[in-house]
Every structure is written in structure tokens, then in C-alpha cells.
Nanobody
Framework: QVQLVESGGGLVQAGGSLRLSCAAS??????MGWCRQAPGKNREFVAS????????YYADSVKGRVTISRDNAKNTGHLQMNSLKPDDTAVYYC??????????????????WGPGTQVTVSS
């Protein structure tokens, strides 16, 4: 059974940091990434990373504050978020594509999604 499970969310003050993790099981994925959705807003694509880890994509809203990485040996992805702002408050979802080799359109090509983890940034 293929599963993605996020962890690491929580409540943090503005300016703080959180490290989200996405544990994948059942198979390996070519491209992994993260999306988020705040109450009353559309889903936003945050970041993605290719299998090699050498190619990454970041949304302008998080560029410079967020780093995506992956450990293929553990089939796990991570999203290190620094200098968090109240606008970063959302449910963060891990997404993964089996064959898609791009990075900028991962939400349209994802085969699996995690249930999400809540990130709340207080001002």
C-alpha cells in the first residue's frame, strides 16, 4: 500500500522555524513536493524536488525562507521553513509523482497526497 504521511507541523511564533517531513511507503517517487492551503484560499504549490535532489522549485512566496530536501534511502522528504510569517499558516500537504520528472507542475501530476499537517504561525 502506497502512503505519504506528513509530520512536523505545529504552532510557532513569527520568525520561528519548523521542519516538515513526509514519509513515503510502498514505492519510490520521481518528484516529491509540498503544497499548502489556508482557510478560504486556493491550494498553493510551495516547493518540489527531483529524485536526484539537484533540481528544486520554490514558489516566490517562500523563496529564500524554505529549503526542500529528500533522503531517498529513507524514502523521506523534508521542508525546512525559516523566518515563518503568519501568512504561512496553512495545512501543508506532501505530494509525490511516480513518473513525472518535472518540478514546476507537480500538483497537476501527483499520484499520491498525504493527509496534511497543520502549521500555525502566530504574530
Amino acid at each position: 500500500q502506497v502512503q505519504l504521511v506528513e509530520s512536523g507541523g505545529g504552532l510557532v511564533q513569527a520568525g520561528g522555524s519548523l521542519r516538515l517531513s513526509c514519509a513515503a511507503s510502498g514505492r519510490a517517487f520521481n518528484t516529491m513536493g509540498w503544497c499548502r492551503q489556508a482557510p478560504g484560499k486556493n491550494r498553493e504549490f510551495v516547493a518540489s524536488i527531483r529524485w536526484s535532489g539537484a533540481i528544486t522549485y520554490y514558489a516566490d512566496s517562500v523563496k529564500g525562507r524554505v529549503t526542500i530536501s529528500r533522503d531517498n534511502a529513507k524514502n523521506t522528504g523534508h521542508l525546512q521553513m525559516n523566518s515563518l510569517k503568519p501568512d504561512d499558516t496553512a495545512v501543508y500537504y506532501c505530494a509525490a509523482a511516480i513518473f513525472y520528472s518535472g518540478i514546476s507542475d507537480l500538483p497537476q501530476h501527483s499520484d499520491y497526497w498525504g493527509p496534511g499537517t497543520q502549521v500555525t504561525v502566530s504574530s
